[in-house]
């Protein structure tokens, strides 16, 4: 690390204090951008990146809301506007136990690489509750939504900031949240993205991150002339990314090995296939249950309080937390014969971790990269949103496939080095900072 780049994130670390999530991101970034920055003057005079680590704006408020006893239950809410240089601030609500404001900012950091990868004019931010969705009622759900969106709305809106759904935010609490800020405001806009498709949602968005993953896999497949059919692939995470890239590996002629929980996972030697992973959506989408279920009806091998990264496997594909595989967990990847590790999940993969991907120079792709087409397929809801229109699912999954492909064309040509070498990592993070550069140098220092 050169003296630039460890005095910018003491900088940083010193103003942040204590948040250790928004301090890794930050690093991660910065390794590979200052050395850039460092040859193009015009960013470096401007201070591009340190306004870059500073949000926007933040807005912390509090969400009171009755629970089915009739008890008064409080939780906090947030929202961090993180850069709006190039659109209106666009990224997800995340309720989960583990929200706080180091996790948020990291996201809305990453968000706003990622955001600008997708080469759609959309602005970075994130927020959420420390709201647990889990074993809540519906009624008690819906409160919490409308208590949150009672003070949120002050906030966004279609040409100012676009919120759209993260862990612990699905099609059920979009409803709610639309639903009250529609009776707020008195206005039917496109302030809310992932809305269902009868009111405004996009065909194509519940599968978006998932399908976006695999496409982007298939092209760093393409690399080395090879694709999907017969690789074996473990993923984590049970959720929305992961059924989907679940599906889309299915489809290609893949083996897909494991999927996960919060308490352990499942390995399925004979692969799950469609079938089996319909039984999965309706077990987490509508039953809420705990993957455990499908080892005892399929009769296949559970390990709980584990990751499934000790599978043998071709490709994995870290779909379910930040930090969820370390650097033990990469060096069994790549001792049992992993070529290709792509994050669905936002940070999956600690530094180490990455460090180990690079240096044995497999295919590793950053979720800034890798898992952009979710809020590419938000951006073109927002598109339909304004038109008043609908694109068909065709329509949408040829342009998020097309996106996906540009994505990978921008790695390419910020990540490759003289000996062919791809490090994606380096040409996501530079790709994504050229666009926010020049947008923010075009408008002054604002």
Request: glycine share 10%; charged share 25%; aromatic share 10%.
């Amino acid at each position: 690390m050169n003296e630039a780049i460890r005095h910018f994130i003491q900088k940083v670390n010193e103003r942040n204090i204590g948040e250790p999530e928004f301090l890794q991101a930050v690093s991660e970034v910065a390794e590979s951008l200052i050395p850039y920055i460092e040859s193009q003057s015009q960013y470096k005079k401007s201070k591009i990146l340190e306004r870059l680590v500073e949000p926007e704006r933040v807005v912390i408020f509090r969400v009171p809301w009755l629970d089915d006893k009739g008890e008064v239950q409080v939780n906090r809410g947030f929202r961090v506007q993180m850069n709006s240089s190039i659109g209106p601030f666009k990224g997800g609500l995340r309720f989960h136990p583990s929200v706080n404001l180091s996790v948020l900012k990291f996201l809305a950091f990453e968000q706003a690489f990622k955001n600008s990868l997708t080469g759609l004019p959309i602005g970075a931010g994130k927020g959420g509750s420390d709201f647990d969705p889990k074993g809540k009622s519906e009624n008690e759900v819906m409160k919490f939504c409308q208590s949150f969106m009672t003070e949120l709305y002050r906030h966004v809106g279609d040409d100012i900031d676009i919120p759209a759904g993260d862990i612990g935010v699905g099609k059920r609490e979009i409803g709610y949240l639309f639903g009250q800020y529609k009776r707020i405001t008195g206005t039917f806009n496109g302030v809310l993205t992932g809305k269902g498709y009868e009111w405004g949602g996009s065909l194509i968005r519940p599968e978006a991150t998932g399908y976006g993953l695999v496409y982007f896999v298939e092209e760093m497949l393409k690399m080395k002339d090879d694709t999907l059919v017969g690789k074996k692939v473990t993923i984590s995470g049970s959720g929305n990314v992961a059924q989907f890239a679940a599906e889309k590996c299915i489809e290609k002629g893949a083996k897909v090995l494991t999927m996960s929980d919060s308490e352990g996972f499942i390995y399925d030697p004979a692969g799950i296939d469609q079938a089996k992973l319909e039984y999965i959506k309706d077990l987490k989408d509508n039953l809420r249950g705990r993957i455990k279920k499908y080892a005892t009806k399929y009769k296949c091998e559970y390990f709980p309080g584990e990751r499934p990264w000790k599978i043998k496997c071709d490709i994995a594909l870290p779909n379910a937390t930040q930090n969820e595989l370390d650097l033990h967990d990469a060096k069994t990847l790549i001792k049992n014969g992993c070529f290709c590790v792509a994050e669905g999940a936002n940070m999956p993969c600690t530094p180490e971790a990455i460090a180990v991907f690079n240096k044995a120079n497999i295919f590793y792709a950053p979720g800034k990269a890798a898992n952009a087409g979710g809020v590419a397929v938000s951006g073109l809801e927002m598109s339909q949103n304004s038109q008043r229109y609908s694109w068909s699912r065709e329509e949408v999954d040829n342009k998020l496939k097309g996106i996906m492909q540009d994505i990978h064309q921008l790695c390419l040509k910020y990540g490759k080095d003289p000996h062919g070498h791809i490090n994606y990592e380096k040409g996501a993070n530079i790709g994504g900072f050229v666009k926010i550069a020049e947008a923010m140098l075009a408008q002054g220092v604002v």
